[in-house]
């Protein structure tokens, strides 16, 4: 249970003797204090009471307005419905208003996830501050192409120096840190709207792209709220507000001929389109694992005739039995066992062990190769469909149809809820919807 008390900050002493009154909020060896705006000399104050003397001229006065600030401190531990550490007690006292800016909330929470290794979420919530900042800085005068030219320039400035190691992920979130030029306050329903004409028009970004920046803003939010940085009567979302409507696409797989043309496809052995076929048929063949989960598959991952990893999106593992298409794949790699550190293809054999921040780095530069080269290996198969890494996972949906229980491809899937896997597969059932046209149209 929190201790909350009003002290007098003596080391916090000024050049006429007084010193600050503030509530001291401690729980479980961890102090915040929260300054009342009152000063008191040392002679005016009774430490053990915690109440102004009688000495003081406005003694009643101030005790009552101290009695107010400690009733408000304890209303808001005991009356939460979750237990607040003393920081978040801290701030909710500081009331809607808070200390912290949209930013500063943003890269701290950027900072947190970089530190655990999300590194990959981390990055791109950072692209987010930086459109929100395009957005804020957006001259008009200039004109909408210029705009756009002036934004692009900036990016790939950014980029570069992140290449050249002249900037690094952490330089980029210390640069929002100290931004005040948004609060939470500001961020309502017309600057919403706002911001999604800019993404659309300025940035070209497609509605789900955008929408995944007002889910960002929309945590952020939650976040604040509940931590007592803003009053939830700020809140731009739900009701009759701003809502966020995830909408639906077209999951497209390839079919069993398109797969088996990619099969039989001759490509140079040992070659990084060669590379590229084999991992993409990897993935497919385990019932569509993540591409980025395919190139980081170990030797060591295989046992007793099984695939056993840790899906790194959700880290839930994983037992499927190898089946003999991957089998053969596997056996190409065998001559190469020593030469790629352990893993199974080639593209992370120069990486450093225990260095997380490298294995994304070389993960994502791997799969940006494989999408270049998927889409040679469309032209040579002759498949006019969009091949790419993660439509592997689509082209199992696919051919899978409704042929398997869905509770036997929710498990496949690594799904953690039925739905998401019915959700998931009515992109391929189309057997039903078929036969009900035909009920029609064949009278």
Known sequence: MASIKIVRRKNKQRKDGTAPLALRISENYKTNYRFTGQYVLEKDWDKITGRVKRSHSYSQKLNNFLLKKLTEANDIYFDSKNKLTTKQVKQKLKGAGGSKSFFAVASERIKNKYERGTFSVAKSELSILYNIEEFLNLNKVSGKDVSIQEIKARRKERISKGRKGEHSFMDNVAHFKNKKSLKFQDINEPFLDKYKDFCLVYLGQKTRTITNQLIFIRTLFNNAIKTGIVDSKYYPFGGEKEKICIGSSHKIGLTSNEIEKIEILKLEPNTSIWHTKN?????????????????????????????????????????????????????????????????????????????????????????????????????????????????????????????????????????????????????????????????????
């Open 279 to 443: 991992v993409w048929l990897i993935a497919f063949y385990f019932a569509g694992i993540r591409i980025s989960d395919a190139v980081k598959l170990k030797w060591t991952d295989f046992k007793d005739d099984r695939l056993l990893y840790v899906m790194h999106k959700n880290d839930k593992p994983v037992s499927l039995k190898i089946p003999e298409k991957a089998i053969v794949i596997l056996k190409q790699y065998n001559s190469v066992k020593d030469q790629n550190n352990g893993y199974i293809f080639p593209f992370l054999n120069s990486m450093e062990t225990s260095n997380n921040e490298d294995l994304f780095k070389k993960t994502r530069n791997a799969t940006k190769l494989f999408n270049k080269y998927l889409k040679r290996i469309a032209i040579k198969c002759k498949i006019d469909k969009n091949l790419s890494n993660h439509i592997a996972r689509h082209s199992f949906g696919n051919i899978a149809g409704d042929r398997i229980h869905p509770l036997m491809l929710q498990k496949l899937y690594r799904h953690s809820d039925l739905k998401t896997t019915l959700n998931y597969q009515s992109n391929f059932i189309h057997r039903d919807a078929d036969e009900a046209l035909d009920s029609v149209l064949n009278f």
